[in-house]
Protein backbone atom coordinates (compact mmCIF):
# COMPACT_ATOMS: atom_id res chain seq x y z
CA UNK A 1 0.00 0.00 0.00
CA UNK A 2 1.58 3.39 -0.90
CA UNK A 3 2.21 6.02 1.68
CA UNK A 4 -0.52 8.62 2.68
CA UNK A 5 -0.25 11.83 1.41
CA UNK A 6 1.85 12.98 4.14
CA UNK A 7 4.27 10.33 3.52
CA UNK A 8 3.09 8.55 6.76
CA UNK A 9 2.66 4.84 6.85
CA UNK A 10 -0.64 3.71 7.61
CA UNK A 11 -0.95 1.78 10.85
CA UNK A 12 -4.56 0.17 12.01
CA UNK A 13 -7.48 0.87 13.91
CA UNK A 14 -6.83 -0.81 17.02
CA UNK A 15 -10.42 -0.60 18.48
CA UNK A 16 -12.99 2.13 19.86
CA UNK A 17 -14.62 3.74 22.90
CA UNK A 18 -16.59 6.35 23.88
CA UNK A 19 -17.10 7.31 27.01
CA UNK A 20 -20.70 9.25 26.75
CA UNK A 21 -22.04 7.68 29.83
CA UNK A 22 -19.22 9.28 32.12
CA UNK A 23 -20.93 10.70 34.98
CA UNK A 24 -19.58 12.61 38.22
CA UNK A 25 -21.15 11.70 41.55
CA UNK A 26 -20.48 13.71 44.56
CA UNK A 27 -21.39 12.76 48.14
CA UNK A 28 -24.26 10.48 45.97
CA UNK A 29 -25.22 13.49 43.59
CA UNK A 30 -25.24 14.89 40.78
CA UNK A 31 -26.23 18.12 40.60
CA UNK A 32 -23.40 20.36 40.21
CA UNK A 33 -22.27 21.82 36.69
CA UNK A 34 -19.06 20.88 36.76
CA UNK A 35 -16.99 21.60 34.03
CA UNK A 36 -13.30 19.78 34.19
CA UNK A 37 -11.81 18.02 37.32
CA UNK A 38 -8.16 17.26 37.24
CA UNK A 39 -7.05 14.56 40.37
CA UNK A 40 -3.57 14.01 41.60
CA UNK A 41 -2.60 10.80 43.63
CA UNK A 42 0.98 10.98 44.66
CA UNK A 43 3.40 8.72 47.26
CA UNK A 44 6.87 9.58 48.45
CA UNK A 45 9.24 7.20 47.82
CA UNK A 46 12.60 7.60 48.65
CA UNK A 47 15.75 5.29 47.35
CA UNK A 48 18.28 5.08 50.40
CA UNK A 49 21.87 2.98 49.81
CA UNK A 50 23.50 1.32 52.83
CA UNK A 51 27.17 1.88 53.64
CA UNK A 52 28.20 -0.74 55.36
CA UNK A 53 26.80 -3.48 52.81
CA UNK A 54 29.68 -5.25 50.71
CA UNK A 55 27.75 -3.94 47.32
CA UNK A 56 27.38 -0.45 48.29
CA UNK A 57 25.84 0.18 44.57
CA UNK A 58 22.53 -1.75 45.92
CA UNK A 59 19.91 0.24 47.38
CA UNK A 60 16.07 0.02 48.83
CA UNK A 61 13.08 1.73 48.18
CA UNK A 62 11.30 3.25 51.10
CA UNK A 63 7.76 3.86 50.81
CA UNK A 64 5.37 6.66 52.18
CA UNK A 65 2.00 8.18 52.83
CA UNK A 66 0.25 8.95 49.85
CA UNK A 67 -1.33 12.30 48.97
CA UNK A 68 -4.27 13.16 47.23
CA UNK A 69 -5.19 16.52 45.74
CA UNK A 70 -8.15 17.63 43.19
CA UNK A 71 -9.04 20.48 41.98
CA UNK A 72 -12.70 21.39 40.21
CA UNK A 73 -14.12 23.72 37.63
CA UNK A 74 -17.55 24.52 37.96
CA UNK A 75 -20.33 26.88 37.18
CA UNK A 76 -22.11 28.32 40.01
CA UNK A 77 -26.12 27.36 40.47
CA UNK A 78 -28.00 26.29 41.39
CA UNK A 79 -27.86 28.09 45.02
CA UNK A 80 -29.03 25.10 46.97
CA UNK A 81 -26.81 22.51 45.22
CA UNK A 82 -23.60 24.95 45.88
CA UNK A 83 -24.57 25.67 49.57
CA UNK A 84 -24.91 22.04 49.69
CA UNK A 85 -21.72 21.20 48.26
CA UNK A 86 -19.54 23.50 50.57
CA UNK A 87 -21.77 22.42 53.60
CA UNK A 88 -20.96 18.69 52.98
CA UNK A 89 -17.41 19.05 52.17
CA UNK A 90 -15.95 21.96 53.79
CA UNK A 91 -16.05 21.09 57.21
CA UNK A 92 -13.04 18.38 58.11
CA UNK A 93 -14.83 17.39 60.76
CA UNK A 94 -17.78 16.17 58.62
CA UNK A 95 -17.40 12.12 59.09
CA UNK A 96 -20.41 11.69 56.92
CA UNK A 97 -19.18 14.05 53.98
CA UNK A 98 -19.13 11.09 51.70
CA UNK A 99 -16.49 9.93 48.36
CA UNK A 100 -16.55 11.49 44.85
CA UNK A 101 -16.47 8.77 41.86
CA UNK A 102 -15.85 9.69 38.38
CA UNK A 103 -17.67 6.49 36.69
CA UNK A 104 -18.54 5.18 33.27
CA UNK A 105 -18.82 2.46 30.74
CA UNK A 106 -15.89 2.85 28.08
CA UNK A 107 -17.48 0.96 25.13
CA UNK A 108 -18.81 1.52 21.47
CA UNK A 109 -22.79 1.33 21.28
CA UNK A 110 -26.28 1.96 22.66
CA UNK A 111 -27.24 0.84 26.04
CA UNK A 112 -24.04 1.90 28.10
CA UNK A 113 -22.24 -1.53 26.81
CA UNK A 114 -18.71 -1.54 27.50
CA UNK A 115 -16.34 -1.87 30.19
CA UNK A 116 -17.26 -0.23 33.30
CA UNK A 117 -14.86 1.98 35.79
CA UNK A 118 -14.93 4.01 38.46
CA UNK A 119 -12.35 6.28 39.87
CA UNK A 120 -13.26 7.18 43.99
CA UNK A 121 -11.55 9.55 45.95
CA UNK A 122 -12.19 8.95 49.41
CA UNK A 123 -13.27 11.41 51.82
CA UNK A 124 -12.67 14.82 49.78
CA UNK A 125 -12.52 18.13 51.92
CA UNK A 126 -11.86 21.51 50.50
CA UNK A 127 -9.26 23.45 50.85
CA UNK A 128 -9.99 26.21 48.58
CA UNK A 129 -12.47 28.56 47.06
CA UNK A 130 -12.25 30.83 43.95
CA UNK A 131 -14.38 32.61 41.76
CA UNK A 132 -14.56 34.89 38.31
CA UNK A 133 -17.05 36.09 36.10
CA UNK A 134 -16.71 37.23 32.65
CA UNK A 135 -19.10 39.98 31.37
CA UNK A 136 -19.43 38.35 27.90
CA UNK A 137 -21.30 35.02 29.36
CA UNK A 138 -22.54 36.10 32.50
CA UNK A 139 -21.60 32.82 34.28
CA UNK A 140 -19.69 32.69 37.90
CA UNK A 141 -17.15 29.97 37.42
CA UNK A 142 -15.38 28.40 41.16
CA UNK A 143 -12.38 26.66 40.73
CA UNK A 144 -12.40 24.26 43.95
CA UNK A 145 -9.33 22.73 45.48
CA UNK A 146 -10.01 19.44 47.28
CA UNK A 147 -7.56 16.87 49.01
CA UNK A 148 -8.91 13.14 49.58
CA UNK A 149 -7.50 10.48 51.87
CA UNK A 150 -7.28 7.41 49.04
CA UNK A 151 -7.90 6.80 45.33
CA UNK A 152 -9.24 3.31 44.32
CA UNK A 153 -9.91 2.24 40.83
CA UNK A 154 -12.45 -0.22 40.07
Known amino acids: MADNVFGRQGGNI ?16 SDLLVQNLRVQYAQQVSKIYD ?12 AGRADGQASMQKVMG ?24 LSGSFG ?3 GGSGTNTAVTLEKPVVTSFGMAVNANDVLITE ?12
Open 14 to 29: KGAFSADTLKLQIGGK
Open 51 to 62: LSNATPADAYYV
Open 78 to 101: PNATVKDFYSQFGDPCNANRGNLV
Open 108 to 110: CGG
Open 143 to 154: DTSLIFHNLFVT
